[in-house]
């Protein structure tokens, strides 16, 4: 599946959505990949995922755990994890801080796959990392949908995108004038309390 296909995926559901959007990252955005939108369809998550899980077992083998942070990549990890034929954990915020909750656990040296639905900077897999390695895992790589930086996220690790696009974002202080004119969206489920 190349990036087309991907977006293809994105735009028959409706979730390519235009105007002004504060990402996770704080930054600011005149598009927002509404993945949502996409993953209350099973046959287009199917797909997306059963590539990304080719496109990550090509690369690094079969992983012995896929763990998504929470809440928004709750669902491709899970079924991304479906198609390699392993298990499906999340790590979720607790005080702010990602944690491994609700009795998962990962075994000493295990390999891990940190799964990801749409990446920007690559702050939410950074932090998802912490919990893996406390535990004693092996993290592999950052798998995602969609890496809309154009290639620029620096994750710390290898990166594994499904679809990489180059969609502008900005910081808070640099939101050219047309964008800062638009009302801004907070569509993300970051800063959920």
Known sequence: MDTDEVLEEFRGAGALRQGHFILASGRHSP???????????????????????EKIEARFGKPDVIVAPAVGAIIPGYETARWLGVPALYVEREEGR??????????????????????????????AVEPIEAAGGKVLCCACLVDRSGGRAEVGWPLVALATVDVPSYAPDE????????????PGS???K
Do not use: H, W
């Open 98 to 127: 990602f944690k491994l909750r609700r009795a998962f656990s990962i075994a000493p040296g295990a390999k891990v796959v940190v799964v990801e639905d749409v990446i920007t900077t690559g702050g939410s897999f950074r932090e």
């Open 175 to 186: 939101i050219p004038p047309d964008l800062a004119a638009i009302p801004a969206e907070e």
């Open 31 to 53: 598009m927002f990949l509404q993945k949502n939108l996409v993953f209350q369809y099973p046959e287009r998550t199917a797909r997306l995922c059963k590539a990304l899980a």
């Open 190 to 192: 970051k800063r959920l």
